[in-house]
């Protein structure tokens, strides 16, 4: 059964860190695309970063290009979203997501349904 559970959420003061953890505990998305959005209150969930399957190809959206880093462990079945330079604007709760094979760029413009998603982890960026 897939199942992608998120994990590293929390408090952070703004200039700080943190880094997400994506677990595909099916261990069976090896070849899909995995991709970090956020939803902020009353907000629209926007694409924040997506990386391929063999992590050859990243995206990030502008706003947290330079300041975030995704990378992906399959030894862990596990992606991450290492989280620099955090601002106000970033409290959300952040998903993972897969979505197959398909062009990072396009998937975190939402332009693909994805197949899975985890249930969030909740980022508060304040001090």
């Known amino acids: 059964q897939v199942q992608l559970v998120e994990s590293g959420g929390g408090l952070a003061q703004p200039g700080g860190s943190l880094r997400l953890s994506c677990l595909d505990s099916?261990?069976?998305?090896?070849?899909?695309?995995i991709g970090w959005f956020r939803q902020a209150p009353g907000k629209d969930r926007e694409g924040v970063s997506c990386?391929?399957?063999?992590?050859?190809?990243?995206y990030y959206s502008d706003s947290v290009k330079g300041r975030f880093t995704i990378s992906r462990d399959k030894a862990k079945n596990t992606v991450y979203l290492q989280m620099d330079s955090l601002k106000p604007e970033g409290t959300a709760v952040y998903y993972c997501?897969?979505?197959?094979?398909?062009?990072?760029?396009?998937?975190?413009?939402?332009?693909?349904?994805?197949?899975?998603w985890g249930k969030g982890t909740l980022v508060t960026v304040s001090s």
């Open positions: 997501a897969a979505g197959g094979l398909v062009a990072v760029e396009a998937m975190c413009h939402g332009r693909y349904g994805m197949d899975y």
């Open positions: 099916g261990g069976t998305l090896d070849y899909s695309a």
């Open positions: 990386i391929s399957s063999n992590g050859e190809f990243t």
